[in-house]
């Protein structure tokens, strides 16, 4: 059974790095073709993705938040940490981590779409 | 960065309704396009990935159709469940981006 969960610090302050942890269980993410995903979605609008990391450590970052976000895994402990450093009152989010698994389609095409979400984490930023 | 435009932004609909949601990518993207559905307060659902293949264990009133920068999703007769939110990805590039989401309302 997949499980992903994500914890970490419901307010943060204005200008603060933010750390968040994915612990997820029913996969490794050292298995290739494996990824993880943190993906945000300020309340009432829409999804945006912020960083992948797979299972060769290749790592890949938001174009428009690529300076602020740093994606590290720890494959022993079954965990993806995102860290996103100065932190806006416009980031206040509920942020999600999603696994990504190799899906073959048609004639041995593969993809990866986030098949398996955690249930998200509220981080409001305010002073 | 490829965007990715749903039309509409929001629908009304009755039970039993065929409806279609289109996205449309700014370049191609082969069928590399995935839907998800989200009902308030949870994660998204993976509906259907690749662009036409349903997911396992989602209902075959689903489907997904298109290649290229086209895409649509067809629910064939809405049941109550289905009132939600609709978001379709890309996977074609690395910055992966999501359309803007369709709601789904009860009319």
């Known amino acids: 059974q997949v499980t992903l969960r994500e914890s970490g610090p419901a307010l943060v302050k204005p200008t603060q790095t933010l750390t968040l942890t994915c612990t997820f269980s029913g996969f490794s993410l050292s298995t290739s073709g494996m990824c993880v995903s943190w993906i945000r979605q300020p309340p009432g609008k829409a999804l945006e993705w912020l960083a992948l990391?797979?299972?060769?450590?290749?790592?890949y970052y938001s174009t428009s938040l690529k300076t602020r976000l740093t994606i590290s895994k720890d494959t022993s402990k079954n965990q993806v940490v995102l860290t996103m450093t100065n932190m806006d009152p416009v980031d206040t989010a509920t942020y999600y981590c999603a696994r990504m698994m190799e899906a073959t389609y048609g004639s041995g095409s593969t993809t990866r779409p986030f098949d398996y979400w955690g249930q998200g984490t509220l981080v409001t930023v305010s002073s | 960065d490829i965007q990715m435009t749903q039309s509409p932004s929001s629908l009304s609909a009755s039970v039993g309704d065929r409806v279609t949601i289109t996205c449309r990518a700014s370049q191609s993207i082969s069928s590399y396009l995935n839907w998800y559905q989200q009902k308030p307060g949870k994660a998204p659902k993976l509906l259907i990935y690749a662009a036409s293949s349903l997911q396992s264990g989602v209902p075959s009133r689903f489907s997904g159709s298109g290649s290229g920068t086209d895409f649509t999703l067809t629910i064939s007769s809405l049941q109550p469940e289905d009132f939600a939110t609709y978001y379709c990805?890309?996977?074609?590039?690395?910055?992966?981006?999501f359309g803007q989401g369709t709601r789904l309302e009860i009319k």
């Open positions: 990391i797979d299972w060769d450590d290749d790592k």
């Open positions: 990805q890309q996977s074609y590039s690395t910055a992966i981006t």
